[in-house]
Nanobody, 121 residues
Framework: QVQLVESGGGLVQPGGSLRLSCAAS????????MGWYRQAPGKQRELVAT???????NYADSLKGRFTSSRDDAKNMAYLQMNSLKPEDTAVYYC???????????????WGQGTQVTVSS
């Protein structure tokens, strides 16, 4: 079994920063691309950022320059540094990872439960 657990969300004022973390645990053989997605009330889930096992990153065009994705493969962790936050960044942020599990050598996509980010004064 594999679990992804996000942390670091909360309430922040406009212009502030937050750093989200995603911890992967379980019978992990290998983690490929990790990603961050978000879903605002009444809207579809959208891509925020992805980072490959080689460290290549991809961001939603509207977020380039404000958000930075990183990972620590030794700890099975992914991070999302969010700067200059705006009220429209308010959403539940989800971690996603493509993982090969060691007990059956199957590759699947996994999702965390999400962490709420609220940007408000």
């Amino acid at each position: 079994q594999v679990q992804l657990v996000e942390s670091g969300g909360g309430l922040v004022q406009p212009g502030g920063s937050l750093r989200l973390s995603c911890a992967a645990s379980g019978t992990i053989y290998r983690i490929y691309t990790m990603g961050w997605y978000r879903q605002a009330p009444g809207k579809q889930r959208e891509l925020v950022a992805t980072i490959t096992s080689g460290g290549d990153t991809n961001y939603a065009d509207s977020l380039k320059g404000r958000f930075t994705s990183s990972r620590d493969d030794a700890k099975n962790m992914a991070y999302l540094q969010m700067n200059s936050l705006k009220p429209e960044d308010t959403a539940v942020y989800y971690c996603n990872a493509r993982i090969t599990t060691s007990h059956d050598i199957m590759t699947r996509d996994y999702w965390g439960q999400g962490t709420q980010v609220t940007v408000s004064s």
